[in-house]
C-alpha cells in the first residue's frame, strides 16, 4: 500500500522553498507592496515614488492626434489644450496621458519620434464588445479582434499600438 505524501520520506539534502512574492500575492498573502514595507527591504530609500505619473505617446502633428484621442475618448477637444506648440495633455481617470511631437526626442526628423509598437499602456472599459465596434465604427485600425475576453489592440493614426482591456 503506497502512503500519502505527506506520510512520504522526505529525499536527503531535502529543504523546502519559500514561494517569490508574485505567488504569495496571486494566491491570497501579502500583497507586494505590504512585502516592500518590511523592515528586510528598507535597505535604501529612494527619492523617486512609487507612483506612475503620465505616459508620454509620440505624435506626427499634435492637433489631428488630439481629435482622434478625444473621439476615441469621448472628451470635448476644448478640454484639451496644446500647449507649447507640441504638448497636449489628455484629462484622465488616474494615470495622465500626453500626447507629444518630440522635437527633443526625433520628433523634429523626417518621420518624426517612433512610434510604440508594443502596447505600453490599457485604456479601461466596462463594454468590451461595444469599445470594440465603436472602433471599427470610428474606422480605427484593429491590430487584434478581442483576445481571451478580455482585451483588444488597435493603431492610432501614427502607428501608435493601444490595449483596450476589460475593467
Known amino acids: 500500500m503506497s502512503q500519502s505524501p505527506m506520510e512520504q520520506e522526505l529525499p536527503e ?6 514561494a ?9 498573502g501579502k500583497t ?4 516592500l514595507r518590511n523592515p528586510v527591504h528598507e535597505a535604501e530609500t529612494s ?16 492637433a489631428k492626434s488630439r481629435s482622434w ?34 522635437p527633443l526626442w526625433g520628433g523634429d526628423q523626417p ?3 517612433p ?6 499602456f490599457m485604456l479601461m472599459t466596462d463594454d468590451l464588445e461595444g469599445s470594440l465596434q465603436y472602433m471599427k465604427q470610428l474606422g480605427v485600425e484593429i491590430v487584434t479582434e478581442i483576445e481571451h475576453d478580455h482585451w483588444f489592440v488597435v493603431k492610432d493614426p501614427d502607428g ?3 490595449m483596450i482591456c476589460r475593467e
Open 13 to 18: 539534502g531535502y529543504r523546502p522553498f519559500t
Open 20 to 28: 517569490p512574492r508574485v505567488l504569495r500575492m496571486i494566491y491570497g
Open 32 to 35: 507586494t507592496m505590504d512585502e
Open 47 to 62: 527619492p523617486i515614488k512609487n507612483k506612475v505619473g503620465s505616459i508620454f505617446v509620440p505624435v506626427s502633428d499634435i
Open 69 to 102: 484621442y478625444c473621439r476615441v475618448l469621448g472628451l470635448p477637444e476644448t478640454a484639451c489644450e496644446i500647449m507649447n506648440g507640441h504638448l497636449c495633455p489628455l484629462p484622465m481617470e488616474g494615470t495622465g496621458v500626453i500626447l507629444d511631437t518630440m
Open 111 to 113: 518621420g518624426g519620434a
Open 115 to 120: 512610434s510604440i509598437d508594443t502596447p505600453a
Open 160 to 162: 501608435n499600438k493601444l
